[in-house]
């Protein structure tokens, strides 16, 4: 009887849906054609708030930014960000209502540093030259952090739930790798052209690079995997393929330097060096840096090598400061990184406000044919450079405080845990955020979906095998789950 009730029930709904979309389309209101969509998506958010996430996250490598796109002046990626901002709100609307996340995670040593973080960029937004640009800054952040980070961590209690958060985040990847690499071949695959045919799902070929170098650790490891279905194996061997192919052709040599940095990162945990050894090396190797930088200024203004469409010479130019104008002008943004400090070394100017600040700080001799001052030209282009200059040395040092946490929270689980597959997705995620952090210091995107949802996505990857899977091996996806 009741069953019969629900049946009438969809029938009578149906068609009052068709009723109305007859009107609508006779009053030329397409946005009835919506309506199955937004009534879709508030059901997953109450009832299978996972298949959510999911779902933005498999969007994000496909997302378009209205700002870009001339749609709206605001800076928002659809559909990924309106869907983060309301998983945001559900996840408060629980807590509030005591149906909250996992209580562990709100307790995990990240997370109360994630608590610090957050509040002093909420505190710079007080002392912001820009106010609002600065609240919208902090807003953006608080989604990516509370669903990326909490969401997902108190999700991936689940191993299978890691699984779809990497593939689907990486199979649209490949969609848009496949697009970006046809268009290129139109122009032949020359490097002027690379720096745009992924518009426009991303704005630009180095935040498009520093992606793929984020994945490339992940999918290697996923393919280490033992007792794969072979179906699913020769489906990541295409896609393995596919995104070393566009990691070449995206003719980015900041990401190119992040994946071979996270190779010897990877090599060292191999040899289970310690952490606190590595610091000591980097410091003094830091230290001969300086103490030789005269010397390594002349050496660098010695290489003459501009870009190329050569791979070797594209390379060589890396070095290149006395005439490559991308390098020049990643420089001069760096001068006026450091211009400002100075004159606000303690709170900055404010949570992303940089491009609306700098051009005053312009010396002419640091400027080059690509300089502006209409604040339309990006960012400090460095993730440590940026909040220095915007939050002042606390914001620089709760970054890098994330740093040292997520490596030491890494190096200790690889150390430690006892089965192979969990050291595998250790180092995948470990040595995926490495690569952001060190292409990090020569350009900066997390204030994009494209790189905040892995980025995020992956410090939980990393949480989630510290609280829930210390014992027991990690399941492939076609492997049952063993019950806990």
């Known amino acids: 009887m009741a069953l019969d009730f629900k049946k009438r029930l969809l029938y009578a709904l149906i068609g009052l849906y068709l009723i109305a979309m007859v009107i609508c389309l006779l009053n030329d209101f397409y946005y009835i054609f919506l309506l199955p969509a937004v009534l879709g998506v508030l059901y997953c958010a109450f009832y299978h708030l996972e298949y959510l996430l999911l779902f933005a996250v498999a969007a994000t490598p496909l997302s378009l930014n ?136 991303f704005k630009d070929h180095t935040s498009y690079g520093a992606v793929l170098a984020m994945f490339t650790p992940m999918l290697l490891a996923l393919l280490s995997w033992r007792n794969m279905n072979l179906l699913l194996r020769v489906i ?14 995206s003719f980015t040599r900041a990401a190119w330097l992040s994946v071979v940095g996270a190779g010897g990162i990877l090599v060292i945990m191999l040899l289970k060096v310690q952490l606190r050894t590595l610091l000591l090396s980097t410091a003094l190797a830091g230290g001969m840096l300086v103490l030789a930088w005269d010397d390594i200024q002349v050496s660098l203004k010695g290489n003459k090598q501009e870009s190329s469409d050569k791979l070797d010479e594209h390379v ?37 406000t940089y491009q609306f600040v700098y051009a005053p700080f312009q010396r002419s001799g640091d400027r080059t044919i690509i300089s502006t001052n209409q604040g339309d ?21 709760l970054f890098v405080a994330l740093l040292y946490m997520v490596s030491d929270l890494a190096f200790r689980l690889f150390y430690t845990l006892k089965t192979y597959h969990n050291k595998l997705m250790v180092a995948g995620a470990y040595l995926g955020l490495m690569t952001y952090f060190i292409h990090g210091t020569l350009n900066n995107y997390l204030d994009t979906d494209k790189a905040s949802v892995p980025f995020w996505g992956f410090i939980a990857i990393l949480v989630s095998l510290d609280l829930y899977h210390r014992q027991g091996e990690m399941p492939s996806p076609t492997t049952q789950p063993q019950a806990r």
């Open 377 to 397: 030209g990006g960012n400090a282009h460095s993730e440590y450079l940026g909040p220095l200059c915007e939050q002042g040395v606390p914001g620089l040092l």
């Open 66 to 201: 209205l700002e870009e796109q001339e749609i709206a002046g605001v800076g928002l990626y659809l559909p990924t960000e309106p869907l983060l901002a309301g998983s945001m709100l559900l996840m408060f609307f629980k807590m509030l209502s005591n149906k909250s996340i996992d209580k562990r995670i709100f307790h995990h040593p990240i997370a109360y540093l994630l608590y610090i973080y957050l509040a002093w960029i909420a505190l710079t937004c007080i002392t912001s030259a820009y106010p609002i640009v600065s609240i919208k800054f902090l807003i953006t952040r608080l989604w990516f952090i509370s669903t990326m980070f909490f969401l997902m961590t108190h999700m991936f209690q689940s191993p299978k739930r890691i699984w779809q958060f990497v593939l689907c985040y990486m199979f649209s990847l490949t969609a848009v790798i496949v697009y970006t690499v046809v268009r290129h071949s139109e122009y032949g695959f020359d490097k002027e052209s690379a720096h745009w045919v992924m518009e426009p799902l």
């Open 236 to 249: 990541l061997s295409i896609a393995a393929i596919i995104l070393i192919v566009g990691l070449v052709l």
């Open 316 to 352: 060589s130019s890396i070095s290149n400061v006395s005439s490559d104008a991308s390098n020049l002008e990643r420089l001069n943004r760096w001068n006026c990184a450091m211009e400002m400090f100075y004159e606000r070394p303690i709170v900055g100017w404010g949570p992303g």
